[in-house]
Nanobody, 129 residues
């Protein structure tokens, strides 16, 4: 049973930083995808950043240059360092995990919620102007 528990959310002013953490357990060590998604009120859930079991990363355009996803395999923890936060980053942030897709001879991750079967409860991030 995969379990994901997020922490680190909070309220910050525009331009500030936060680091989200996701404690993960029960997932396979190989050929998996794990990442961060967010959902603002009245909007669809969207991908922020994902990382595969080889450490390859994919970022949404809105996150490039400001957010960094990383994982500590020894601690089974996923991180999202968020810098230069903007009011439009305000949302519930979710950690999610799923099996990698296979095609063309290799495994890969996409930054769409549909690939991810396991979800945490979320942590709220609020950025004020």
């Amino acid at each position: 049973q995969v379990q994901l528990v997020e922490s680190g959310g909070g309220s910050v002013q525009s331009g500030g930083s936060l680091r989200l953490s996701c404690a993960a357990s029960g997932h396979t060590r190989r050929n998996y995808c794990i990442g961060w998604f967010r959902q603002a009120p009245g909007k669809e859930r969207e991908g922020v950043a994902v990382i595969d079991s080889d450490g390859g990363t994919t970022y949404a355009d809105s996150a490039k240059g400001r957010f960094t996803i990383s994982q500590d395999n020894a601690k089974n923890t996923l991180y999202l360092q968020m810098n230069s936060l903007k009011p439009e980053d305000t949302a519930m942030y979710y950690c999610a995990a799923g099996l990698a897709y296979y095609g063309g001879g290799y495994y890969y991750c996409i930054i769409q919620p549909s690939q991810y079967s396991y979800w945490g409860q979320g942590t709220q991030v609020t950025v004020s102007s």
